[in-house]
């Protein structure tokens, strides 16, 4: 790990008391919580996250009332304007949170994010860190249409000095969003909108960390590797468990952070089976999948027993009507016709 990931790490901290059951909205709303009460310097701004409808999502219900209109901004219907405050607000000394309702909406403030906030740093010389979470939705499956739904971490990968994150499951979408919260980098915290009410999950109670930087395996195999993250690591184990049925010996890692990435976890898990499929949301051209099926040919390409496959949205803007939606997924059927094919060879 490089010693920005070891600082992170060092940093991350655990102080639970058990585990609840609960779905990803209430433990975002739990690390919200919890930052807010921690750190006075921590505040919230974004579109309609006041009450009484605590975002697009529900996501800070409740935390309006509680923490007040300073602690919790509601602000115009303003990209700019959010990202413009937040980076201000960090380089003083402030931890804002900022939420940019949809993804696809990120591109109104790309100025603001990758040519100010993501190169603070490193123009300074070290002096000037950026303290700055930015929480965004997306995703495919809600009838949200193609300006609503794209997932687009390549382009934020891309941008050197930004820390992205994409969690799986209600507890990893606690523990990160807190260790985004209290990095000194910005961070980008993407949220896939189908995770919001798709199941709970046991959550560690109290200030709970997930360092930045470290993969999961969600499940161990011999036979072949799938990478993936957010909502497709739940298709990605579905059809692990299906191919065991076969004698297929399906491991699936979680990446939970892109940038940076837990390569040696990725090389690690992918010399022991000598088979790797990438599985993503979104389109296959230039997407995160290349950059993992590039790293692996190259550290590895000796020892695979087959070329790195990638399961992908297609190439087109994100269908509308619910028929389209399903098939532009990559989902199951498509992850397991990807790994017979590799496992074959």
Do not use: W
Request: glycine letters at 10%; charged letters at 20%.
């Amino acid at each position: 790990m490089t010693d920005t990931q070891l600082k992170a790490q060092a940093k991350a901290k655990t102080s639970t008391t058990g585990t609840r059951t609960m779905g990803q909205v209430q433990a975002l709303n739990e690390a919200l919580d919890i930052a807010l009460a921690a750190d006075p310097s921590v505040f919230l701004l974004g579109e309609d996250i006041q009450e009484p409808n605590g975002g697009g999502f529900g996501v800070h219900k409740g935390l309006g009332n509680k923490y007040g209109t300073t602690r919790v901004r509601h602000t115009p219907i303003s990209e700019q304007a959010i990202m413009g405050a937040a980076v201000g607000a960090a380089i003083s000394g402030m931890r804002p949170v900022a939420e940019i309702m949809l993804m696809n909406f990120v591109h109104v403030c790309a100025d603001q994010l990758i040519n100010h906030a993501a190169k603070l740093r490193y123009m300074s010389g070290g002096r000037t860190p950026v303290p700055l979470a930015v929480r965004t939705a997306t995703g495919t499956g809600g009838g949200f249409g193609a300006q609503h739904s794209d997932m687009l971490e390549a382009q934020l990968v891309h941008a050197a000095g930004l820390k992205v994150v994409v969690p799986s499951n209600p507890a990893d979408a606690k523990g990160l969003l807190l260790s985004c919260i209290f990095d000194d980098d910005p961070c980008v915290f993407v949220e896939m909108s189908q995770l919001y009410f798709a199941g709970k999950g046991d959550v560690p109670e109290g200030d709970y960390r997930v360092p930045l930087g470290k993969a999961r395996i969600a499940r161990s195999g011999r036979d072949v590797t799938l990478l993936t993250y957010g909502r497709q690591v739940g298709d990605c184990l579905t059809v692990a468990e299906t191919l065991a049925a076969d004698g297929i010996d399906v491991e699936v890692v979680d990446l939970r952070t892109l940038n940076p990435l837990d390569t040696d976890a990725v090389l690690g898990s992918v010399a022991k089976t000598k088979r790797a499929v990438v599985v993503h949301e979104a389109v296959r051209r230039n997407g995160f999948g290349a950059e993992l099926a590039a790293t692996i040919q190259e550290e590895l390409f000796g020892e695979l027993a087959g070329p790195v496959l990638r399961v992908t949205a297609p190439d087109t803007p994100v269908p509308y009507a619910k028929s389209l939606e399903d098939a532009f997924l990559p989902g199951p059927v498509r992850i397991e016709a990807a790994v017979r094919r590799l496992t074959k060879s």
